[in-house]
């Protein structure tokens, strides 16, 4: 059975970073892209970041490229997402997918304030 469990969220300012982790088990994740999501609240999930396998190909929503970066360590069976100058709208619940696998995890707390 696959789990996924997303860290990393926390309280941050406008402008402000955060590096969220995803830790995967049940799975062996260099088999897989990964992705990252979020949910604002009162919205859907939107699509925020996705990876190949092998970490070789990238692919970013609009609105975070230059800003945010997803990588991997398949050694360690771990996804990241690295996202600076964070802005007030995109506070949201993250959560990381296994390509291809259902379920999520219970995801981590982005909050962008002043």
């Known amino acids: 059975q696959v789990q996924l469990v997303e860290s990393g969220g926390a309280w941050v300012q406008p402008g402000g970073s955060l590096r969220l982790s995803c830790a995967a088990s049940g799975v062996t994740l260099s088999l897989y892209a990964m992705n990252w999501y979020r949910r604002p609240p009162g919205q859907g999930r939107e699509f925020v970041a996705a990876i190949t396998s092998a970490g070789s190909d990238t692919v970013y929503a609009d609105s975070v490229k230059g800003r945010f970066t997803i990588s991997r360590d398949n050694d360690n069976n771990t996804l990241q997402l690295e996202m600076n100058n964070l802005e007030p709208e995109e506070a949201a619940v993250y959560y990381c997918?296994?390509?291809?696998?259902?379920?999520w995890g219970q995801g981590t707390q982005g909050t962008v304030t002043e």
């Open positions: 997918t296994v390509g291809g696998l259902g379920g």
